[in-house]
C-alpha cells in the first residue's frame, strides 16, 4: 500500500520516536535490568513498578531484545526503526533503505555471535541470540573453528560491503603517507643549498634575492625541483591556482538563478472521468434493500454468566500436575493457570536444564493423575517461554454463536471472506480468512461436529458478505444437514440453469456442477489476462475504479465458495469422475476466488 505524504510524515516521526524510545530503554537496561527481572512476570499489576526510564514498556521490550534477543548489539534495531521514520519523513528515496537494514541485521547476528563467543558468562552482552549461537557452533566446530567462521565471516562482510582489498589498503596507507609528506615537508626540501653542490656564493646571493622579491614563484620552484614530490600533488597546487579569482571586481558581481518550472502532468484519464462524475462501481445497487440478518435470529446464551471458576478445581489439577512432574523428577519454576469456556490452559515454567521432550512424553500420565477424558502438551508455547498444558473443564461453558458474531474482531474484521470458529484458550474470538487459507478439509469421526463446522462457516458469510460478493454451490448427499439453507437461494446460492433445486443431494448431478465450475475457473482466468491482474481481488478493484469495459466482456466477479458434505460417500458412487474436477479447483482456483470447503470422516 503507497502512503501519502501525509501519511508518510505521521508514521515517520511515529518510527523516529519509537526508535528513540528503544535506545533510551535499551540504554536504561544496561543498569536496572537485574532489578526489573522480578518485574516482568507482574506487568499487568499496577503496584509493581519498574526501575527502567520507560517504566513496564521499557522494561519488557529491553528484556525481549537484549535479554532474549540479541544483547547489545538489539542497540542495531532501534537505530534501523529510528532511521526508517528520518526516511519516510522527509521523503528521501528507499532504495538505500533496505540495504540499511539488511546489512543492520546481518551485523547484529554477527556481533551478538561475538559477544557470546568471547562474553559467554554475560547474558546481557550477546543475548540468548548470541549464547545459542556460539553454543550451537562449538559444538559442531569447536572453539578454534567458531573462531575461525567469524573471522572468515567478517573478512567476507568488509570486502563485499565496503570493497576492501589488500591492494586498496595498501594503497590507502601510501597515500597517507605521501599526504602528511605534502603537509609536512622534511626541512631539507626548503632549505639553502650547500656548497657541496656545487653552487658559487653568487648564484646563492642571487637566490636569496629572488626568494624576498618572488615568493608565489619561489614556492613553485621548490615545488618543481623537489624529487619527492609526485605529479598529483602539482597538479592539485595548479587547480587550487587556477580556482582562485583573479580579479577582485568579479567577486561584487551577483547572478540570479532562475530555474525552469516542470510541465504538469496530466492524470485524468476516461475511468478516473467516470468516478468523478458517477463515483465507483458499488455492485450492491442492483440488491440496495438488501438487509443483512439480524443477530435476534441467533439464540443467546449469555444468560448464564459466562465462564465460571471453580477454584478448587484449579488447585487440585495444579496439585497433580506437580505431583506428577515430580514422580519423574522434574521440578517447576512456575506455574499460571488460564481458564477458558471449555478448556483451562496450564503455563508451566520448568527448572533450569529440564529437557522439554521428556515433559511431553508424560501426557497419559498426568491425563490419568488428572482423571481427565484427554489432555493435550503445548511443549513449547509459540511466542513464550512455557509449557502449555490444556486440560477439559468439568463444567464447561456454551461458545454460541451468537457471541462471535455479535464480537468486535468479527464485526470489524477486514477480511475478502471472513468466517468466526469460536473462541481461543483466552476466550478471545477466532476469526480466519477464507481467501488465504485459500481451501479447507473438515475431517473426523461421526458426532465430532463437521456438519456445525460447516453451519458456523456459512453463517459467518451470510452475516459479513453481501449476496454481490459471494455465491454458494451446496452438495448434500445426506439430504437432511444443508437444506436449512433453502431459504437464501434466490440470493446467494448458485446452480446450474437447468437444475430445479439449488442444494444438490444427487450424487450423479455433482458432475456436471464440478465440470461447470471448471468451466467458470477457465474463463474468469481469461477475464484476469485481459485484465492484466493476478487474482480477484486486484480485478474487481480494476472494475470499481471503471477501469474495465463492460462491453468487453468484463463483470464484477463475486466469490464462489464450494460446500461438500459426506465427500467419502460422493467418491464412492461417483469415483474417479469427481476426483479430477476436485484436484483442478484445488490447485487453480484460489486466484479467481473459488474455494472448496470438504468435510469427511
Not at 499487568?44 to 514498556?57: H, T
Not at 624576498?212 to 615545488?223: A, D, G, R
Request: glycine residues 6%; charged residues 25%; aromatic residues 10%.
Amino acid at each position: 500500500m503507497r502512503m501519502n505524504r501525509y501519511q508518510k510524515v505521521v508514521f515517520g516521526s511515529f518510527l523516529f520516536f519509537l526508535g528513540l524510545a528503544l535506545c533510551i530503554a535499551f540504554v536504561s537496561f544496561l543498569f536496572n535490568w537485574q532489578a526489573d527481572q522480578s518485574t516482568l512476570y507482574s506487568l499487568g499489576d499496577r503496584s509493581v513498578a519498574a526501575q527502567n526510564w520507560l517504566s513496564k514498556f521499557g522494561a519488557a521490550v529491553s528484556n525481549f531484545f537484549i535479554f532474549e534477543g540479541f544483547g547489545i548489539a538489539a542497540f542495531s534495531i532501534a537505530i534501523l526503526i529510528s532511521l526508517t521514520g528520518i526516511y519516510l519523513f522527509f521523503d528521501f528515496k528507499t532504495k538505500r533503505l533496505w540495504k540499511f537494514w539488511f546489512w543492520g541485521i546481518l551485523v547484529m547476528l554477527w556481533f551478538a555471535t561475538v559477544l557470546g563467543f568471547f562474553a559467554e558468562k554475560n547474558a546481557i552482552l550477546g543475548g540468548t541470540v548470541g549464547y545459542e549461537t556460539n553454543d550451537f557452533l562449538q559444538d559442531y566446530l569447536g572453539f578454534i573453528g567458531t573462531f575461525l567462521l567469524l573471522l572468515f565471516i567478517f573478512i567476507g562482510y568488509m570486502a563485499v560491503r565496503f570493497r576492501l582489498t589488500p591492494e586498496k589498503i595498501g594503497s590507502n596507507l601510501k597515500f597517507s603517507k605521501r599526504k602528511a609528506e605534502q603537509d609536512f615537508p622534511a626541512p631539507e626540501v626548503v632549505s639553502k643549498p650547500e656548497k657541496s653542490t656545487g653552487i658559487s656564493k653568487e648564484e646563492v646571493e642571487k637566490t636569496e634575492e629572488e626568494e624576498t622579491t618572488k615568493s608565489t614563484e619561489f614556492s613553485l620552484s621548490v615545488e618543481n625541483s623537489s624529487p619527492e614530490l609526485d605529479s598529483e600533488a602539482l597538479f592539485e597546487e595548479k587547480s587550487n591556482e587556477k580556482s582562485q579569482p583573479k580579479d577582485s571586481k568579479t567577486e561584487s558581481v551577483e547572478m540570479e538563478v532562475e530555474t525552469a518550472v516542470e510541465e504538469e502532468e496530466m492524470t485524468e484519464n476516461l475511468s478516473s472521468k467516470l468516478v468523478k462524475n458517477f463515483g465507483e462501481f458499488d455492485p450492491k445497487l442492483e440488491l440496495g434493500n438488501y438487509r443483512f440478518p439480524p443477530i435476534e435470529l441467533l439464540k443467546d446464551y449469555s444468560s448464564g454468566g459466562g465462564i465460571t471458576i471453580d477454584q478448587e478445581e484449579l488447585e487440585e489439577n495444579k496439585n497433580n500436575i506437580v505431583n506428577t512432574l515430580k514422580n519423574y523428577k522434574i521440578d517447576i519454576a512456575q506455574i499460571k493457570a488460564t481458564v477458558g469456556p471449555t478448556v483451562t490452559l496450564y503455563e508451566i515454567v520448568p527448572e533450569a536444564g529440564i529437557r522439554i521432550s521428556k515433559i511431553k512424553n508424560l501426557e497419559d500420565d498426568i491425563a490419568l493423575s488428572l482423571s481427565a477424558l484427554g489432555i493435550r502438551i503445548i511443549a513449547p508455547i509459540p511466542g513464550k517461554g512455557t509449557i502449555g498444558i490444556e486440560v477439559p473443564n468439568k463444567n464447561y461453558s456454551i461458545v454460541s454463536m451468537r457471541s462471535v458474531i455479535a464480537s468486535s474482531k468479527f464485526q470489524k474484521a477486514e477480511m475478502e471472506l471472513p468466517i468466526a470458529f469460536g473462541k481461543s484458550i483466552s476466550n478471545e474470538t477466532f476469526v480466519v480468512d477464507l481467501a488465504k487459507m485459500p481451501h479447507m478439509l473438515m475431517a473426523g469421526a461421526t458426532g465430532q461436529g463437521k456438519s456445525v463446522g460447516l453451519n458456523a462457516v456459512l453463517t459467518s458469510l451470510l452475516y459479513k458478505k453481501h449476496p454481490a460478493e459471494v455465491k454458494f454451490v451446496l452438495v448434500d448427499p445426506k439430504k437432511v444437514e444443508l437444506t436449512l439453507f433453502n431459504k437464501i437461494e434466490r440470493h446467494y446460492l448458485a446452480k446450474l440453469p437447468d437444475s430445479e433445486e439449488a442444494i444438490i443431494t444427487d450424487n450423479t448431478k455433482v458432475i456436471n456442477t464440478l465440470n461447470s465450475l471448471c468451466i467458470e475457473m477457465d474463463n474468469r482466468y481469461n477475464l484476469l489476462k485481459d485484465a492484466m491482474v493476478r487474482n480477484i481481488k486486484e480485478y474487481n478493484a480494476k472494475f470499481k475504479a471503471r477501469k474495465l469495459n463492460p462491453e468487453n466482456g468484463h463483470i464484477f466477479l463475486p466469490y464462489i465458495v464450494l460446500v461438500i458434505d459426506e465427500f467419502a460417500d460422493l467418491i464412492m458412487t461417483a469415483g474417479k469422475e469427481v476426483e479430477t474436477p476436485i484436484a483442478r479447483l484445488a490447485q487453480l482456483a484460489r486466484a479467481i476466488g473459488i474455494h472448496l470447503i470438504i468435510a469427511t470422516q
